[in-house]
């Protein structure tokens, strides 16, 4: 029997405490390394979008693995869309169909705080460019792992923006979420003070930890924009064209970090500033097992430019199906039938 997992029952199965200890669990065991064999296709269609498959998604000592298809439509929404197919590494039996969207964006969002939390300085304040599903994700692992005291919000669209502070403990001053209209304004509520900001830039100039999650081919910061100390982390850059950061400010990166080289080098924040893999000074990886010490010092800028790995998927996948087949979720088709 397959297990058919929708968007509804990831979010009822998923617990980000538990994603974020696979996560980082995958990490230090050098789950990079097992991943190199791995494939991640992307193609363009004769449609305004693109076509993506990463496989096999791969864990030391997990008997299964996950073939994921994705369709990247950025007019569309949601802008990604597909499956992820969970096999019996014994028998190749299709344990489950998870959403794609849903996996995706906790394995991206949820890696990517991992990141930034060990990368970043001691600072509280963390800002968005991009108030989607990943930058979501990224926000929720960060504040289970620091204080996060000030969210500052900068996205195409004001209502949008607001939104996401409200979502994460802020509230935008004003009665209604569509007065604010690009404003720049902030109140309390609880312990969390929410902004919207009308340009990456003043995110950069605000907050000593921004989170960049767009669709964008042209660089959103420059080196002019940033100052010393600050983290940066670029989750846009997973694809070839696309860009956030300008060269200037990538190679002026006291630690400029990747979570794989050769991917990074072929279609991420390396390729996007024409540097070769060796350019990135270490992996996640590296960082979380204490092999490379990342910050070193309050004054440097550290840069992370994640654009994802097959076996995140699996360890995500896994943590679903397990728990849908010990609380009874899901859907059950018999596909042989």
């Excluded at 439509?73 to 969207?101: K, M, N, Q, Y």
């Excluded at 800002?127 to 599903?133: D, E, N, Q, S, T």
């Excluded at 002019?224 to 200037?248: F, M, N, W, Y």
């Amino acid at each position: 029997m397959t297990t058919i997992l929708t968007r509804g029952d990831l979010l009822t199965l998923l617990d980000p405490g538990a994603c974020l200890d696979a996560l980082r669990e995958g990490f230090v065991g050098d789950a990079g390394g097992a991943a190199v064999a791995g494939q991640r296709i992307r193609t363009d269609l004769p449609f305004p979008g693109t076509a993506t498959a990463l496989l096999p998604g791969l864990l030391p000592g997990a008997e299964a693995y996950t073939v994921k298809v994705n369709a990247k439509f950025p007019a569309a929404s949601p802008a990604l869309r597909g499956v992820i197919c969970l096999h019996d590494g014994a028998d190749g039996e299709l344990l489950a169909l998870l959403d794609s969207a849903t996996i995706t964006a906790w394995r991206t969002g949820l890696a990517a705080a991992l990141g930034t939390h060990a990368l970043a300085g001691e600072s509280d304040v963390v800002g968005v460019v991009g108030a989607g599903a990943q930058a979501d994700l990224v926000v929720t692992g960060l504040r289970l792992l620091r204080p996060v005291n000030d969210l500052v919000v900068h996205d195409l669209s004001p209502e949008r923006a607001a939104a996401f502070a409200a979502r994460h403990g802020g509230r935008v001053a004003g009665s209604a979420v569509g007065s604010v209209a690009g404003s720049d304004v902030g109140s309390v509520v609880g312990s969390v003070v929410g902004s919207v900001v009308d340009s990456a830039a003043e995110v950069a100039a605000r907050a000593g930890i921004v989170v960049l999650a767009t669709w964008s081919r042209t660089p959103l910061l420059d080196l002019a924009d940033v100052r010393p100390g600050r983290h940066l982390t670029t989750l846009g850059v997973d694809e070839p064209g696309k860009q956030e950061l300008s060269p200037a400010l990538v190679r002026a990166a006291g630690v400029l970090a990747v979570d794989d080289r050769p991917l990074a080098a072929a279609m991420g924040v390396l390729a996007a500033t024409g540097l070769p893999a060796g350019a990135a000074h270490a992996t996640l990886g590296e960082i979380l097992r204490g092999d490379h010490p990342g910050r070193t010092g309050p004054e440097q800028i550290t840069v992370y430019g994640p654009v994802g790995l097959p076996w995140q998927d699996l360890a995500l996948s896994l943590l679903a199906w397990r728990e849908a087949r010990r609380r009874g979720v899901g859907t059950e088709i018999d596909f042989l039938a």
